[in-house]
């Protein structure tokens, strides 16, 4: 029977899949409400770089566990729906306490202000790195440092400057202190308008503060660590479950399409639904400045994606009927995993997730350091080149991955991100970045289909979610939990720049070896099909997508079809 005259017998809303674009317009709608300024919301409510950093790792190796768990339960109950609205209410609930918690409570910074001999006076005071590389960076941005002083009854302050000028510092020697590195900033007696007859008294008490609160902050109030670990805790099993729901997005949308090619131009409505909320947040943020404004419209449209999602009609796949289910057990996934082409796949992804744990957060990191007073404006065109290639790639990702085949779309990607990095690395003028982030076509557009689309057809019937849910597991997981250690050690330690070189390297080397590889197995599979037709006595009809896709799971399937055809 034709399928264009069944497709017109549908209704509206089912040919044109629109509860189903809606689930992903909602769903990552109320994600673009809260992922922008998540980590700022932690370090605005205390939480140290340090601290977040930290919740960040861990987070990435506890989305490897999670997202390939969830896929497993869904398969395991074949409820994708009830368990996606699940994950959603529990990290809706999450993410809601988080906001709601009290701030982390921390004392002034305690500073002693000496007289030392006429016109010479310094400042002595213990804090961290931050206090001073992180506002005297953006002292032409308006970011200063007030001092409030008193000696008896009089109280006075005044406004200092940080530079290399007029600092010195000592690491302290015990490894048991709370602030890091003693610090004394001479102070030009200009700033101190003959205010205190200094010859009278060798030191006075001072509190240090800055124009911008959370880049000065001194030891903590007592009582603090339960509320530092519950933000930690809230915040890892929030993102978590995003994360895993993202994964099962996936499965839902293979599940109610007719075609695996017809994902990408449903999943582009939910970067369109990001970019919408996420901007109208922002503004109506700084209408009403309050943080109420993220947990009510978080709250409201998390609501309707569970509505709308209980309404997703799902299908049986072609290949879960004709083809005998395998049981979910541990044997299977052991086989699984020593399939060759889902070792393959997942060892590519691997090597992307890398990738992205270079490119967040330490590329928005090296822009700050490079353009402190520009940055802000600079990211925000990034990400809204970023996000307009994207959708041109989900737009386009069904004609672009048919046309290049599966293997050829993932040699691309490796080169996308050579160029990309190998950009960051030699242009030294943050402002040209911005041609840099047309990549993200590849980087995430073609890519995320691309990883969608495969998992679905290399998966054993029954464990579609099952390798949906490992594959992003081990892309945002595990992949990127390694290359944020990796990049770590190469930013702190040894420099900046010299990381974003390290992975155009790592992303060429890698393009090489899947080429070599794709093209090894592409002529093994070649000679097992003209092997199978000569002993059949068929001459074999040869598909020019088929031809380009040289995993050797199509060729068995392609062996497997004539001989079920005699």
Not at 151 to 159: M, Q
Not at 193 to 207: A, G, P, R
Request: charged share 15%.
């Amino acid at each position: 029977m034709d399928s264009t005259s069944d497709n017109s017998k549908l209704s509206f809303i089912s040919r044109y899949h629109v509860i189903l674009k809606s689930h992903y317009f909602l769903f990552f709608s109320a994600y673009g409400v809260v992922f922008p300024i998540l980590n700022l919301t932690l370090r605005s409510h205390g939480l140290s770089n340090t601290e977040i950093s930290v919740s960040n790792t861990i987070l990435k190796f506890l989305i490897f566990l999670t997202n390939p768990l969830m896929g497993f339960i869904a398969d395991k109950s074949r409820r994708f729906l009830t368990t996606f609205n699940i994950l959603v209410v529990i990290y809706s609930i999450a993410f809601t306490i988080l906001f709601l918690l009290p701030n982390i409570k921390s004392h002034h910074i305690q500073a002693d202000l000496h007289y030392l001999k006429p016109s010479e006076y310094v400042l002595d005071f213990c804090a961290s790195q931050e206090v001073v590389t992180k506002c005297s960076s953006r002292s032409d941005c308006g970011c200063s440092y007030q001092a409030y002083c008193q000696r008896e009854n009089y109280l006075f302050n005044f406004t200092f400057t940080m530079n290399s000028n007029n600092i010195q510092k000592r690491l302290k020697d015990t490894l048991k202190s709370q602030c890091g590195i003693d610090y004394r900033v001479s102070i030009d007696e200009v700033l101190l308008e003959n205010k205190l007859d200094f010859q009278s008294s060798s030191m006075i008490k001072c509190e240090i503060t800055c124009s911008i609160p959370f880049f000065c902050h001194g030891l903590r109030y007592k009582g603090q660590t339960i509320y530092i670990f519950l933000y930690g805790i809230l915040y890892i099993i929030g993102y978590s479950l995003v994360s895993a729901a993202n994964a099962m997005g996936a499965s839902i949308g293979f599940s109610s399409l007719p075609g695996a090619d017809l994902f990408g131009k449903q999943r582009v409505w939910g970067t369109i639904g990001f970019g919408i909320i996420a901007f109208s947040t922002s503004r109506i943020y700084e209408l009403f400045r309050s943080e109420y404004v993220y947990v009510i419209m978080f709250n409201i449209i998390s609501i309707l994606t569970i509505i709308v999602t209980s309404f997703i009609p799902m299908h049986k796949n072609e290949k879960k009927t004709n083809e005998k289910k395998q049981k979910l057990n541990l044997s299977t996934l052991i086989t699984l995993f020593k399939n060759m082409d889902v070792f393959i796949f997942l060892s590519i992804t691997f090597i992307w997730g890398m990738s992205y744990g270079c490119l967040h957060p330490y590329l928005a990191l090296y822009v700050d350091e490079m353009a402190p007073c520009q940055s802000r404006s600079i990211i925000g065109f990034m990400f809204l080149i970023a996000s307009i290639s994207e959708v041109t790639a989900f737009y386009s990702a069904k004609r672009l991955i048919n046309f290049f085949g599966p293997n050829l779309s993932s040699i691309i990607i490796f080169l996308a991100f050579s160029v990309r990095f190998g950009g960051y690395y030699f242009i030294l003028e943050p402002r040209f970045f911005l041609p840099l982030e047309t990549m993200h076509f590849f980087n995430f557009g073609i890519l995320y289909v691309l990883i969608a689309q495969k998992a679905d057809l290399i998966a054993p019937p029954g464990l579609s979610g099952t390798l949906q849910g490992i594959a992003h597991g081990v892309i945002l997981g595990l992949g990127c939990g390694i290359g944020l250690i990796v990049s770590s050690y190469i930013y702190i330690v040894i420099q900046q720049r010299l990381l974003f070189l390290v992975f155009a390297i790592l992303n060429i080397v890698a393009a090489i070896f899947y080429s070599i590889y794709f093209l090894l197995t592409y002529k093994k599979s070649s000679i097992k099909n003209v092997i199978v037709s000569t002993d059949n006595n068929i001459v074999l009809e040869e598909d020019g997508n088929l031809n380009q896709e040289s995993l050797p799971s199509l060729a068995m399937m392609a062996t497997n079809n004539t001989e079920n055809k005699q």
